[in-house]
DNA sequence: CCTACCGATCGGTAGG
DNA sequence: CCTACCGATCGGTAGG
C-alpha cells in the first residue's frame, strides 16, 4: 500500500491535537499522560514523539491554536467597520461560536495556561490581550463616557465573564445552547452598560 | 517540656491546608507533589500523613470546606429577610468578599473538582448546586416575570461568571480591588436584568 | 511505527 | 504503651 510521504502528516498532528486538548481539558496537563494521548489516538507513543517533540509542545499548539483563531476572529470585525452597536453584538456572536466549536481548547487555554513556560506564556497572553483589546475599543467606541471614567477595562472583563464562564458549566446538547444564550447576554450586557456609574446599586 | 495532648493539631491542619491550597491553586492537583506540600510546610512527609490520610483528602477537605462556608453565607443571609433588591446586594457582596478571603480555595474548587471521586464530587456538587438556588431564588423573586420565562438559572450562572472570572483575572494588590468591583457588577446586574427578553439585543 | 527499556520521581510507609 | 515525628526507602509509573 503505496503512500506520499506524510501526505496526511497536517491531518494526523490535527487529530493528535483534538484528542490531546480532550485529555487536557478533562484531566489537565500534568495529570494526562502520553500513555493516554496513544491510547486515544490509536497511536504508540513513540509515534507520537514522531509528530511531536514533547508533551509540552502539544500544550502549546493547543493553546496558541485557540487563541490565533480569537485574535483572527476579532480583525475580522474590526475590517467590517460596522456600528458600535452592531459592532459588539458581531463581536459576541462570532467569539460565543468560536468557543462552542473549540470547547477542549477553550477549556485548555483558560485552565492550563499556568503550566506554560514564561516565553510561551508571554507570547499567547500577548495573543489574549489583542482579544480584549478589541472588545475594549469597541465598549469605548460605544460608550466613551465610561472610557473616560476607566470603566472600559472592568465592563471587558466582567462580558468575558459571563462568556468564558459560560462555557464550563454548558453541557453539549443540553437545554441552554449558545445560541440560546447570545441574546441574554447581548441583552443583559446592553441594558446594563448605561446603568453602570449612575449609581443605581447604591443603598435605598 | 511538657504540652497538651495535640493541642495544635487543628491549627496545623488548617496551616497544611492553606499551603496545599496555594500550591494546588498554582500547580493543579495532579501537578502538585506531597515533597512540595512537605517543603512548604516544613514538616516531613511522614508527618504530612500523620494529619491526612493521604493527598486526596487535602482535595476534600479545601473544596469541601470553601463551599460549605459560601453555602453557611446563602443561609445566613436567606435568614435575614432582606427585600428583593437588598437580598440581591447582600447576596453578591457577601460571596465576593468570601472569595477575596479565600482565593487559593476557590480557584482549587473551580478547576480541580474533577479530580474528586464520584461520591465526593456529588456531596460537594450538591453544596455548590444550593449556593447557586439561593442566587436563583433571590432573582426570581426579585423579578418573577423572568421565572416564567425560565430565564433565572441562566441569568444566575451569567451572575456567577462575571464574579467567578473576576477572581481569575484580578491581582491581590492591583488597581481594582473586590471593593471597586461589586458596584460595578452590580450596576450592570440590577440595569440589564430588566432588559433581558425585550429584544433590546435584536438586530436593527 | 513498535517493543523494550532508561533515569527520575511519584504517593505512600517502613523501622525506630 | 502512647503520640508525634524523623531519615530512608518501598513498589510502581511517569515522560521520553
Known amino acids: 500500500m503505496p503512500r506520499g510521504r506524510a ?29 493516554q494521548v ?9 509515534t507520537l514523539y514522531h509528530y511531536f517533540h514533547d508533551k509540552y509542545s502539544l500544550l502549546v499548539d493547543i493553546a496558541e491554536g485557540h487563541v490565533s483563531r480569537l485574535e483572527a476572529l476579532v480583525v475580522d470585525v ?13 463581536l459576541i456572536a462570532r467569539i460565543m ?9 477553550h477549556r485548555v487555554l483558560t485552565s492550563e495556561v499556568r503550566f ?18 478589541g472588545f475594549a475599543d469597541a465598549i469605548a467606541a460605544w460608550h466613551p463616557e465610561h472610557a473616560k471614567a476607566e470603566l472600559t477595562k472592568p465592563l471587558t472583563m466582567l462580558l468575558f465573564g459571563m462568556i468564558n464562564w459560560m462555557f464550563t458549566w454548558m453541557r453539549p446538547g443540553g437545554a441552554l445552547s449558545h445560541e440560546a444564550l447570545a441574546p ?17 446599586a447604591g443603598r435605598g
Open 7 to 35: 501526505s496526511n502528516y497536517d491531518e494526523q498532528r490535527g487529530m493528535i491535537l483534538a484528542k490531546a486538548a480532550h485529555l487536557f481539558a478533562h484531566g489537565g496537563y500534568p495529570g494526562t499522560s502520553m500513555n
Open 184 to 200: 441574554i447576554v447581548t441583552d443583559l450586557f446592553f441594558g446594563g452598560v448605561p446603568a453602570v456609574g449612575r449609581g443605581k
Open 38 to 46: 496513544a491510547e486515544a489516538t490509536g497511536f504508540s507513543k513513540a
Open 78 to 90: 474590526v475590517a467590517e467597520r460596522l456600528e458600535p452597536e452592531d459592532h459588539m453584538r458581531a
Open 97 to 105: 461560536a468560536e468557543y462552542a466549536g473549540a470547547q477542549d481548547a
Open 116 to 133: 506554560l513556560e514564561a516565553a510561551d506564556r508571554k507570547r499567547i497572553l500577548g495573543k489574549e490581550r489583542r482579544v480584549v483589546a
